[in-house]
């Protein structure tokens, strides 16, 4: 069964702080990994998509990795920002020939909290 | 503004009731998906659209429910005989064709339901 998992469910951290978020799936065959950032009550945005020959990506203070191999992904938050509290949705895509390709594997989502 | 939009924003009915959504879509994709989001949960896949085309439905779409997107534009899902568990946020995302799974999708900011 194709699957995401993410992890912590929620995180608090204080403002300023680094932050790791991981993802691990069992989707497959892989076609692409994309984070979503998620603010309440708004539709998610995506920060970064890797695709499998994509070790790491940034987006100014969002760097995500992906070790395909292991079927993990994690994102990295450096030096947290208050307007950085919201979900992060991982999200996983197959390909095939089915047409299935376009329906992406949604992971549950971190909630991070910053305090200042 | 030109991302994606939703109508309403909100919507309150009671048990029974037939409600409709409509999505307006970034208006060159030609791909268009609508998604069921629960308090805590990830976006769940309900149904996708290229073009004028419905390619894909969930399981979890039920017989009460039906999306039309008929001119290939905008998209509407209604809502038959809502019941309690129907209570969501309804989102939904359009993405530009070509480039197979790669494409990011642009989420609406949602519709939310609550059924009393």
């Known amino acids: 069964k194709n699957q995401v998992e993410q992890s912590p469910q929620s995180l608090i951290i204080l403002e300023g702080k680094n932050c790791t978020l991981q993802c691990n799936y069992t989707v497959s065959p892989f076609s692409n990994l994309r984070w979503y950032k998620q603010d309440t009550g708004r539709g998610p945005v995506s920060l970064t998509i890797?695709?499998?020959?994509?070790n790491t990506k940034s987006n100014g203070r969002y760097t995500a990795t992906l070790d395909a191999d292991t079927k993990q992904s994690s994102l990295h938050i450096t030096a947290s920002q208050l307007s950085d509290s919201a979900s992060y949705i991982c999200?996983?895509?197959?390909?095939?020939?089915?047409?299935?390709?376009?329906?992406?594997?949604f992971g549950r989502g971190t909630s991070l909290i910053v305090h200042p | 503004d030109t991302g994606v939009s939703q109508d309403p924003r909100h919507k309150i009915t009671k048990r029974g009731q037939n409600v409709t959504f409509r999505c307006d879509p970034i208006?060159?994709?030609?791909?268009l998906y609508w998604y069921r989001q629960t308090l805590g949960q990830g976006p769940e896949f309900l149904t996708y659209f290229q073009n004028e085309a419905q390619l894909e439905k969930s399981r979890l779409l039920s017989d009460r429910f039906s999306a039309e997107r008929p001119k290939g534009s905008f998209s509407t899902l209604e809502i038959q005989r809502t019941e309690q568990g129907d209570s969501a946020m309804y989102l939904c995302?359009?993405?530009?064709?070509?480039?197979?799974?790669?494409?990011?999708?642009?989420f609406g900011p949602g519709t939310r339901l609550t059924v009393l």
């Open positions: 208006s060159e994709h030609n791909r």
């Open positions: 999200v996983v895509r197959r390909t095939g020939s089915s047409g299935g390709s376009y329906i992406p594997t």
């Open positions: 890797m695709t499998f020959s994509e």
């Open positions: 995302a359009s993405s530009p064709g070509g480039s197979g799974g790669r494409n990011e999708q642009f």
